[in-house]
């Protein structure tokens, strides 16, 4: 059991760090004309740094209903017509970067994200994943994830995903319970979720994540609890377990959410903790952050063979490598260099069909970044930094390029959340439920800015 004092002080708003610097930093200086100029670096990398495997995120941001908790890029619709432009744009987007990278370049892992990747018909996913082999070269092997709202799938449709070579799932559960179901407008019975997880796991599919969301309205402590007990029952690979972070000024859907439901600050803590609790009782593994996997997944082992790794995915077990982003508001990785496309989708199919990837705003990191960086990641990936390895790889003296932040730790390390020796620091297992507070520490441009309302809550 987490001490509640603990959970409620630390109970702040804070980046996830899927990247550092994080997204709200990027800048319109940065457009397609530097993303070219990335690419053009990865390619004259060669067998150095071009040959390294990829991976690749495709955005598809339709959505037949509204989920009045979502804060992302998405355009609700029913007409379904509207997908075949958006694909046409995205094999301009394809064509455009394999012809920058070099074609066929090998890719590591595919993920497919939204919106609802699941509103496009068997043959329009039959089209995407051949207009993807034609431009990149999947290894054997490959992770191959989508994102599945399970109110646009049944079992053929599971069938047809792995036939086309889908071999990871994520279902979008939120909640279990009617009565929250109905106050964010996404109603999806048990029975339907177990079905198609049954399904799944017929199927083959090596990993099945179900996502979850604590602090949404009219959930309390009994009625998410019943959550957790049964989607423990069912036994996902991994759970994902997110905040929700009330930001209507922000979020336009959030509007709809009647704020007097939401659960107070006690309540939500009440929430967390109990889940956390309820998971680990299970047999599932805190992996960090918000997530949990069986002791057997490969999230897990990688985990304890300290080979996990943080992409704008979440945590992953593929090497810290390139990451290339299609889709409208995709956001990418390529060497020393961030990207996102514009999240608008009428201007992002214009540009393309000019012949312009649609990149409109991104960061070149800096020296000072890249250690930031590596330091970060080190923390929420691995929970442990030697010193000495950041000295030799940037150059520096750690105890006096980081004496502030030396300094800052001492009252985490008093909180008992990360021992600080000669030689490094190390995460607690207390500390892994607080890996972002200790991370934020290091965010140079976080120390300067404290305002962080616009930040998910850190627990």
């Given at each position: ?118 509103f496009l018909s068997d043959a329009e996913l039959l089209r995407l994943m051949t207009s993807l082999r034609r431009s990149f070269a999947l290894q054997p092997g490959a992770e191959c994830s989508i994102e599945v709202d399970p109110r646009t799938v049944d079992t053929s449709r599971l069938a047809w995903l792995a ?25 999806q019975p048990l029975e339907q979720i177990e079905a198609l997880m049954r399904d799944a796991r017929a199927l083959g599919f090596e990993s099945i994540n179900v996502d979850l969301i604590h602090g949404l309205p009219r959930q309390t402590t009994a009625s998410f609890a019943r959550t957790v007990r049964e989607i ?68 897990a082992v990688a985990r304890r063979q300290g080979r996990l790794h943080r992409s704008f995915q979440g945590y992953c077990t593929q090497p810290d490598g390139d990451l290339i982003a299609l889709g409208v508001s995709a956001i990418g990785r390529v060497g020393a260099t961030y990207s996102q496309n514009t999240k ?116």
């Amino acid at each position: 059991m987490i001490d509640a004092e603990l959970l409620r002080r630390f109970s702040k708003g804070g980046p996830r760090y899927t990247s550092y610097p994080t997204a709200d930093r990027f800048v319109e200086a940065f457009g397609a004309e530097q993303y070219l100029q990335a690419l053009a670096q990865r390619r004259e990398g060669g067998a150095l740094h071009g040959g390294e495997p990829l991976s690749v995120y495709v955005h598809i941001p339709f959505c037949e209903s509204l989920c009045y908790y979502c804060a992302c890029n998405k355009v609700v619709t029913r007409q379904h017509g509207r997908a075949e432009p958006y694909l046409a744009a995205l094999e301009t987007e394809m064509a455009l970067q394999a012809q920058a990278l070099g074609p066929h370049r090998p890719v590591a892992q595919l993920h497919l994200g939204g919106g609802t990747p699941t509103f496009l018909s068997d043959a329009e996913l039959l089209r995407l994943m051949t207009s993807l082999r034609r431009s990149f070269a999947l290894q054997p092997g490959a992770e191959c994830s989508i994102e599945v709202d399970p109110r646009t799938v049944d079992t053929s449709r599971l069938a047809w995903l792995a036939e086309l070579g889908f071999n990871r799932i994520s279902f979008g559960v939120q909640d279990l319970d009617a009565a929250v179901q109905q106050a964010v407008h996404r109603v999806q019975p048990l029975e339907q979720i177990e079905a198609l997880m049954r399904d799944a796991r017929a199927l083959g599919f090596e990993s099945i994540n179900v996502d979850l969301i604590h602090g949404l309205p009219r959930q309390t402590t009994a009625s998410f609890a019943r959550t957790v007990r049964e989607i423990a029952r069912l036994r996902p690979d991994r759970i994902a377990l997110y905040a929700y972070a009330h930001l209507p000024q922000r979020f336009k859907p959030q509007r709809r959410i009647v704020a007097e439901e939401l659960p107070g600050a006690g309540e939500r803590v009440a929430l967390l903790a109990q889940a956390i609790d309820g998971f680990l009782e299970a047999g599932y593994e805190y992996i960090g952050m918000d997530h949990f996997a069986l002791p057997g997944d490969s999230l897990a082992v990688a985990r304890r063979q300290g080979r996990l790794h943080r992409s704008f995915q979440g945590y992953c077990t593929q090497p810290d490598g390139d990451l290339i982003a299609l889709g409208v508001s995709a956001i990418g990785r390529v060497g020393a260099t961030y990207s996102q496309n514009t999240k608008d989708l009428a201007e992002y199919q214009e540009l393309l069909a000019a012949g312009v990837l649609p990149v409109v705003r991104g960061l070149a990191l800096s020296r000072d970044d890249l250690l930031r960086r590596a330091v970060i990641m080190a923390l929420m990936c691995q929970g442990r930094l030697a010193f000495e390895s950041i000295e030799l790889a940037h150059l520096i003296d750690f105890r006096t390029y980081f004496a502030e932040e030396l300094a800052e730790l001492q009252a985490l390390a008093d909180d008992g959340l990360v021992t600080i020796d000669a030689d490094g620091l190390e995460v607690t297992p207390l500390g892994w439920y607080f890996v972002r507070v200790i991370a934020m520490v290091f965010d140079r441009p976080l120390r300067s800015d404290r305002a962080r309302e616009h930040y998910s809550k850190v627990i």
